[in-house]
């Protein structure tokens, strides 16, 4: 899934690790940052069109990894929580 | 995953797979696009061109390398999301059909207007009659569509050199000043013109049907891209070096050019060669899209029902209707080429920098079929550069694409939103799990690929 390096190797993850990485929550909030690093200086500052982009994909591509950190936490607690 | 009964039953060719990528790639750009492209951007539009091809010579690269090492029906579907990541290769067959609806807009404009040359017939309704034409043709069957490409590619290089080779004595050299009138014109016009390099990639679409693929593909890939490019190259320079680029401007320029110089039986040739291009760009277009949707339903990421094969004819019927309706819909939009154009090439370069991504990691995740590839580039040396020409082509069209028509980045990347919510909504009816190991891994006749591969060299050397 790392853009740039490897994918991580879907055999070798558990069952929470593939349902969080089928989600796809870095390259999905990638997106929605380009979607509103775009559309918001389009509307407010065309001057900042090109960077807008740029800024909005690398702050959701960080956001969604922390994101999918967290969910994969929550999981693995939910699982902690039914085994006791 | 498949178990072979939906497979295409019919093989094409080295021949017939040429004529199908450089009937693609030269007909539209060529025809269409140039009259157009030239009246705002000027005699630059040579220049544009020539930029364009470097892009779309390491398109080639990708696609000469992963079409060799993993034959597959869907190819760029595959190899990005086996080889990158699930979604982006969602994206691919997800933002498909609007390329082949924006692909089959223009050149059923473009075909209306030369035809118009003809028969003094409402342009709509011939709009209407080529894609209706289009969409049956393809349902009826590849070798069909194959045996009409063959004849209309031969006509059109007849056609173009009949433009080409006469006009060139024709050429007045002040129409070439000034080069660039409007550098920001250039720029757009250096991306739609990567467009008509759109039939190169198509190519590994068809690896599931195609003859010895690890030899053909390679082979029709590079022949075609010198072809195209030396043919466009000439075509444009005799264009805006006959007709003053202030008096271009119109999809059926070439045929209004080439009236300054040939005899009127010339003229005429020359617009019936745009016909002959026009059909057999929508062909190829419609007929390779078909086959990544059909992949991508096969995985179950799309409906399944779009991965039926029809019982007689053989071919997805159901995502051939997917690709071809809904432009009977958009005809009215169809006035924007060049803007429809530009949507085509950044959005099918986009898709190309994360295969670019996927090639650079196939070494690792399937060695054995990197192995199998015609030829092979070191990893830390060929591979990388190919991607860091990648990344810095694909940021060049999406600079240059928000600074003169930000609307057009905007659509795509909507769209891409609106592509994750249904990629969340498909993976949610089903076993989330299994969905993303089905789209990480190959099917048993693609991985049997390359075994078979490794089977026949070891049988050889013993």
């Known amino acids: 899934?790392?853009?740039?390096?490897?994918?991580?190797?879907?055999?070798?993850?558990?069952?929470?690790?593939?349902?969080?990485?089928?989600?796809?929550?870095?390259?999905?909030?990638?997106?929605?940052?380009?979607?509103?690093?775009?559309?918001?200086?389009?509307?407010l500052a065309p001057s900042l069109v090109v960077l807008g982009p740029i800024a909005g994909g690398i702050a959701g591509?960080?956001?969604?990894?922390?994101?999918?950190?967290?969910?994969?936490r929550q999981l693995r607690a939910d699982e902690g929580h039914a085994a006791e | 995953m498949s178990d072979g009964s939906d497979l295409l039953p019919e093989r094409v060719g080295l021949l017939a797979v040429l004529a199908l990528v450089v009937g693609n790639a030269i007909s539209v750009p060529i025809y269409v696009l140039s009259g157009p492209l030239a009246g705002s951007a000027g005699p630059g539009v040579i220049l544009a061109a020539v930029l364009a091809a470097i892009p779309a010579g390491f398109v080639v690269l990708y696609n000469a390398l992963l079409g060799s090492a993993m034959p597959v029906a869907g190819g760029l579907y595959v190899y990005i999301s086996r080889l990158t990541s699930p979604f982006w290769g969602f994206l691919v067959p997800f933002t498909l059909p609007l390329v082949v609806w924006a692909s089959l807009?223009?050149?059923?404009?473009?075909?209306?207007?030369?035809?118009?040359?003809?028969?003094?017939?409402?342009?709509?309704?011939?709009?209407?009659?080529?894609?209706?034409?289009?969409?049956?043709?393809?349902?009826?069957?590849?070798?069909?569509?194959?045996?009409?490409?063959?004849?209309?590619?031969?006509?059109?290089?007849?056609?173009?050199l009949t433009f080409i080779v006469p006009g060139a004595t024709a050429v007045d050299p002040s129409n070439y000043t000034p080069l660039f009138p409007d550098l920001g014109a250039f720029g757009i016009a250096a991306i739609a013109l990567f467009y008509p390099f759109l039939g190169f990639g198509l190519l590994t679409e068809?690896?599931?049907?195609?003859?010895?693929?690890?030899?053909?593909?390679?082979?029709?890939?590079?022949?075609?891209?010198?072809?195209?490019?030396?043919?466009?190259?000439?075509?444009?320079?005799?264009?805006?070096?006959?007709?003053?680029?202030?008096?271009?401007?119109?999809?059926?320029?070439?045929?209004?050019?080439?009236?300054?110089?040939?005899?009127?039986?010339?003229?005429s040739f020359v617009a019936a060669g745009a016909l002959f291009a026009v059909i057999t760009s929508v062909s190829t277009a419609i007929l390779t899209a078909s086959r990544t949707i059909m992949r991508a339903a096969r995985d179950g990421?799309?409906?399944?029902?779009?991965?039926?094969?029809?019982?007689?004819?053989?071919?997805?019927?159901?995502?051939?209707?997917?690709?071809g309706a809904p432009p009977l819909l958009l005809v009215p939009l169809a006035d924007e080429l060049i803007g429809l154009s530009v949507f085509i090439g950044l959005a099918s370069l986009t898709a190309y920098f994360f295969c670019a991504i996927g090639l650079w990691n196939l070494p690792r995740e399937f060695p054995e079929h990197y192995a199998n590839a015609t030829f092979r580039l070191r990893r830390y040396r060929g591979l990388l550069l190919a991607v860091l020409a990648g990344a810095l082509a694909t940021g060049s069209f999406w600079v240059v694409t928000l600074v003169r028509r930000p609307v057009v980045g905007l659509v795509l990347i909507g769209w891409f939103l609106v592509g994750y919510a249904y990629y969340r909504h498909r993976i949610r009816q089903a076993d989330r799990a299994s969905m993303y190991r089905t789209m990480t891994r190959l099917d048993d006749h693609e991985r049997a690929f390359a075994q078979a591969d490794v089977d026949s060299v070891t049988m050889a050397d013993e």
């Open chain 2, 105 to 160: 807009l223009v050149t059923a404009t473009g075909f209306a207007h030369y035809t118009r040359y003809f028969l003094d017939l409402p342009a709509t309704l011939l709009i209407y009659l080529l894609l209706v034409f289009v969409v049956a043709i393809n349902v009826a069957g590849l070798r069909l569509v194959a045996q009409f490409q063959m004849v209309f590619v031969a006509a059109l290089v007849v056609a173009l």
């Open chain 2, 206 to 267: 068809l690896g599931e049907e195609i003859d010895d693929p690890g030899r053909t593909i390679p082979l029709a890939l590079f022949g075609g891209v010198a072809i195209v490019t030396v043919f466009y190259v000439a075509l444009v320079g005799v264009l805006v070096g006959v007709v003053p680029w202030t008096e271009l401007g119109q999809p059926a320029d070439l045929a209004t050019a080439a009236e300054r110089f040939l005899p009127p039986w010339g003229a």
């Open chain 2, 301 to 323: 990421i799309f409906p399944e029902s779009l991965a039926r094969v029809h019982p007689r004819f053989g071919t997805p019927y159901r995502a051939l209707l997917v690709l």
């Open chain 1, 61 to 72: 591509f960080g956001a969604g990894r922390w994101f999918r950190r967290r969910r994969l």
């Open chain 1, 1 to 43: 899934m790392a853009i740039g390096r490897f994918r991580d190797d879907p055999e070798a993850m558990d069952a929470s690790e593939r349902e969080v990485a089928a989600a796809q929550y870095p390259e999905g909030a990638l997106v929605v940052g380009m979607g509103l690093g775009m559309a918001v200086p389009m509307a």
